[in-house]
Every structure is written in structure tokens, then in C-alpha cells.
């Protein structure tokens, strides 16, 4: 039956039609969908920040241990955000949200992109928190958080993270691993400003740390509200967590549409499409705006 319908599963003319009669859409963003503005993603292959992976610096144990080097990680990704600008699919996803009241949109991604491609507030949630919020490493026993600081350099100790490559031939000293790194000391960190013991950390969610439960229980009251019509999944797998997770509850059979757009959609996942389902393989960047053409238009991308 996959095999049979993978004409229908790519057509861009019956994802227009159902489009037009979709009110109720979620979607899903992952990784993929910032790679289009040259952010790397630090997951899989080449997912090493120096010698380290991703999954062992971005910790509450390695912040404890060491919040020198976690914090220059995250002052390099913080620098790398800045300098990068959102994309048409972000922007066609903002749009989105403007033409359909109904549209929420769900994301994994940091870097706060969908925000500088304003993004309507209200329709969206950032699953893993956003790399330019701040919060005290107390929490929650201490509350302070500074929801938007853009600083870069963030203190003059995490300036190194914060210089730009005059030799794009040679990879910046931060980042070669056999150039050793001055260490950091603790004092040398943002205090919290209110309990004064704590350190300033990232508003991130690090492996090991629960998703924010008021974000979850909103998400969860949005699905329930009514009936799913499509549900977007972009630049992730719509078979691997959270997305995965997403579809399947919001998924309502013989109504919904699980789409997926992605720069490789393996043979397995495509076996695993359903009646309805679509998937596009290549740029978000480059696909959305003309997925989603129908319903907002010509994108008017703003010059930054
Ligand atoms: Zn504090």
C-alpha cells in the first residue's frame, strides 16, 4: 500500500487541497529547520563542539562541574544565533500563524529564530526554552529569570565565544580542540542578582531536565480542544520523539494529515505514512514557502 501511494504521499496539488481545508494545524520544528540559516545542530554525526558531544556538555552535572565550559558552548551558540537570520520557513510559519487562528506551532529549536521572524506569540511554544533566556542555577527554589538578553559577549570572561573568525581558512582557537582552553573560574560567571549564590545559566532544557509542565498541560488543552486536521513536521523525523509523540496523539484517523518535511525521508518512514499523510524531501527553506503559498501568499521576507 506505501509503495502504491507514494504518488499521492508527494503531490504538492492534493497538499494544496487539503491545506485549504485544514483549520486546525500543529506543527512540529526540529534542528533541521534552523540548518537552513547555517546553524548547526551538535546532534549526530559532526555533533561534536570540540572534542565534546553535545549530550555530555549540555548537563546539570557538567554545569555543576564545570560552568566555564558549558557556559562557552552556549556563549558560542548564543554568537552563532545572533549572526544568523531567520529563513523563509520561518517566516511562512509566522505567516501561517497570522492567516490561521488555529495554527499552533511547536518547536525544539533555541536559537529564538521563529521569534526575530515574528512569529505570533501566542501560537507559539518553545519545547526546549530559548538560548537568550537566562535563569538562576537555584531554580526553581530561586525564581529570577531575565527572559531576554541578547548581551555578546554575555560577561568579559565569555568573550572568546563571542569573536569572529578573521581567517575563515582556519577553524576559530575556541573550537579547535588541540588549543587548550583558559579555564573559567565560577567567580568569573554571572551572579544571580537576587539569592547572589547562584549562577546565571541558560534558559535551556538540558538532557535530563523536565519540558516546563505549564507549556505541556497548554499544549496537551490545545489537542484536546478539537479535531487535528494537519500536522506539520519540520526539519525532524515525524517517527522520532517529541514529533513522533505529537502526531500520534493528535492524529484523528481518516481526518488528519501527518506531513513531513525533511531533507531525507528514509524508506522506512516512508512505509510508515498512512492514507492522507505527505512527506517532501529537500530545505524547509525552500519548500515551505511554497507549500503553505496557498494560504499566506507571497512571502515578503524583511531585510534585517
Ligand atoms: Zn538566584
Not at 111 to 130: F, I, K
Not at 266 to 286: I, L, N, P
Request: include cysteine; proline fraction near 9%; aromatic fraction near 8%.
Amino acid at each position: 500500500m506505501a509503495a502504491a501511494s507514494r504518488a499521492a504521499f508527494t503531490s504538492i496539488p492534493l497538499f494544496h487541497e487539503k491545506l485549504l481545508k485544514s483549520n486546525r494545524i500543529l506543527a512540529v520544528c526540529g534542528a533541521g529547520l534552523s540548518a537552513a540559516s547555517g546553524l548547526p545542530t551538535f546532534r549526530g554525526a559532526g555533533g561534536l563542539w570540540r572534542n565534546h558531544n553535545a549530550i555530555d556538555i549540555a548537563t546539570p552535572e557538567a554545569f555543576e562541574a564545570n560552568p566555564g565550559l558549558v557556559w562557552l558552548f552556549y556563549a558560542y551558540r548564543r554568537h552563532m544565533a545572533l549572526q544568523a537570520k531567520p529563513n523563509p520557513a520561518h517566516y511562512a510559519l509566522a505567516e501561517l500563524a497570522r492567516k490561521k487562528s488555529g495554527f499552533r506551532c511547536l518547536s525544539q529549536n533555541v536559537d529564538n529564530l521563529h521569534v526575530r521572524a515574528h512569529h505570533p506569540p501566542a501560537q507559539l511554544s518553545l519545547l526546549h526554552g530559548s538560548l537568550f533566556s537566562l535563569r538562576c542555577s537555584n531554580s526553581p527554589t530561586c525564581k529570577w529569570t531575565d527572559p531576554y538578553n541578547t548581551a555578546d559577549p554575555l560577561c568579559p570572561a565569555l568573550s572568546p565565544a563571542s569573536e569572529s573568525n578573521l581567517d575563515p581558512t582556519k577553524p576559530l582557537p575556541l573550537l579547535d580542540p588541540s588549543k587548550p582552553l583558559a579555564e573559567i573560574p565560577a567567580s568569573e560567571l554571572p551572579h544571580c542578582p537576587e539569592c547572589k549564590t547562584g549562577l546565571v545559566r541558560p534558559g535551556v532544557v538540558w538532557f535530563g531536565e523536565n519540558l516546563d509542565e505549564k507549556m505541556l498541560d497548554d499544549i496537551d488543552a490545545w489537542i484536546e480542544r478539537g479535531e487535528v486536521d494537519m500536522v506539520l513536521v519540520i526539519g525532524t523525523s515525524s517517527f522520532v520523539y517529541p514529533a513522533a509523540g505529537y502526531a500520534e496523539r493528535a492524529r484523528t484517523e481518516g481526518r488528519t494529515s501527518v506531513v513531513s518535511v525533511n531533507l531525507e525521508i528514509t524508506g522506512k518512514d516512508w512505509g510508515r505514512m498512512r492514507e492522507g499523510d505527505f512527506g517532501f524531501e529537500g530545505d524547509a527553506a525552500v519548500l515551505l514557502p511554497e507549500l503553505l503559498g496557498p494560504v499566506i501568499g507571497e512571502l515578503e521576507l524583511p531585510v534585517e
